[in-house]
């Protein structure tokens, strides 16, 4: 237990990493780290201009990087360098360690304080609209945690796999966002059919416009509610990334799944690294973080359609619950090392 010294002390830091994390989501949307990176050790003024940006705000944006650590400068020359040690983890070139991408959850949810505040006090819940950024990120996340790692990590998860989808199956993604997913495996096993079902008709409409660009014809995306009934006995194959947690209804989701699955077919479902229990939880690497995200969106939006807020953090045992009461029988629950925020379970009937 730490002192009340000791403690306002470590609140000091906590704000201090708070406010750093705002700044290096703002890294993250200008490219600036992108840019240092590239750069030799430069001035504030030619940081900007390579950057295409305004200095008086980049050189605010330094003094935050440089007291913070994440950038040095050099008091003799004024010049500012990005270490190579700290690009590997904040750049766009370092692909699925880039964390600074995640940085832009922080705003996204501080935009909604206010409605969430009021939501404490009389109930109900904030809806997807008041949340204008959030299929964007979500898509960059799963673009490196889920369609980023089909081959090396998503698929082995399921030894028969790609020699079926190579053969020619049936697949749905519920809760499948702007559908890069279903997009990436369309591409790569033109023998099967691809389907993905969201209720956000924004995000639908992305996942369409990507599939027409790219001249796919074995991939489809429905705007509907995951509770209406999909097609019984018909999918070889159904995913859900991240995305049961948050549904309104998501027993009556996870029993429809069960009912659209062939008696052979496979459910793999991405879900929340969690026990169920908070103290479960104490020395969960990623535990406040995550709770804050089901606060102040995961348990929210449910709660706005009306739903059950299970939130983020329902955890493995409850998890195990609804799956087995939506009528399945065997759940395996693996981890994955690229995915330090969630269980992968392969269920079947
Ligand atoms: C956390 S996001 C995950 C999106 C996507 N699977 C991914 O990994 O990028 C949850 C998704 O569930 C969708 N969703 C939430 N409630 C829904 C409902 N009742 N019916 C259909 N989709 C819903 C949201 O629109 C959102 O795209």
Not at 273 to 302: E, W
Request: proline share 4%; glycine share 8%.
């Amino acid at each position: 237990m730490a002192t009340q010294e000791e403690f306002a002390g470590q609140l000091l830091t906590t704000f201090n990493h708070a406010a750093l994390a705002m700044m290096v989501s703002i890294g993250h949307r200008t490219s600036l780290f992108d840019t240092m990176s590239q750069m030799a050790p430069a001035t504030i003024a030619e940081i900007a201009q390579r950057a295409n940006l305004q200095s008086r705000y980049v050189q605010e944006w330094l003094g935050a990087m440089v007291t913070s650590g994440v950038i040095e400068v050099d008091p003799a020359t004024d010049r500012y360098s990005l270490p190579a040690a700290h690009a590997a983890s904040l750049t766009r070139a370092a692909g699925p360690d880039n964390m600074a991408s995640l940085a832009q959850y922080f705003a996204e949810l501080g935009g909604v304080e206010s409605d969430v505040v009021e939501c404490f006090r009389n109930g109900g819940g904030v809806p997807y609209e008041k949340y204008p950024r959030f299929h964007d990120i979500m898509a960059e996340s799963s673009a490196k945690f889920v369609a980023g790692a089909l081959e090396s990590d998503v698929l082995p998860l399921i030894p028969e796999l790609r020699e079926h989808l190579q053969r020619g199956i049936r697949a749905v993604d519920v809760g499948c966002g702007r559908g890069l997913t279903m997009i990436r495996l369309a591409e790569r096993f033109p023998n099967s059919r691809f389907e993905g079902v969201d209720f956000s008709q924004e995000a639908i409409r992305y996942a369409h416009s990507q599939a027409h660009l790219k001249g796919l014809t074995n991939v489809t995306f429905h705007a509907q509610d995951a509770t209406a009934p999909l097609e019984a006995d018909a999918y070889d194959w159904i995913t859900s990334f991240d995305a049961i947690h948050d549904q309104g209804q998501p027993l009556e989701v996870l029993q429809n799944i069960c009912r659209a699955l062939k008696p052979d077919g496979v459910y793999l479902m991405q879900e929340i690294r969690g026990s169920s229990h908070h103290h479960g939880d104490i020395g969960h690497p990623l535990g406040t973080l995550l709770y804050a995200i089901s606060c102040m969106h995961c348990m929210t939006v449910s709660l706005a359609q009306g739903g059950e807020g299970l939130g983020a953090m329902w955890g493995e045992e409850r998890t195990r619950d609804y799956l087995t009461r939506a009528g399945f029988r065997s759940i395996e629950r693996h981890e994955l090392a690229h995915d330090i925020q969630n269980y992968w379970y392969v269920v079947r009937k």
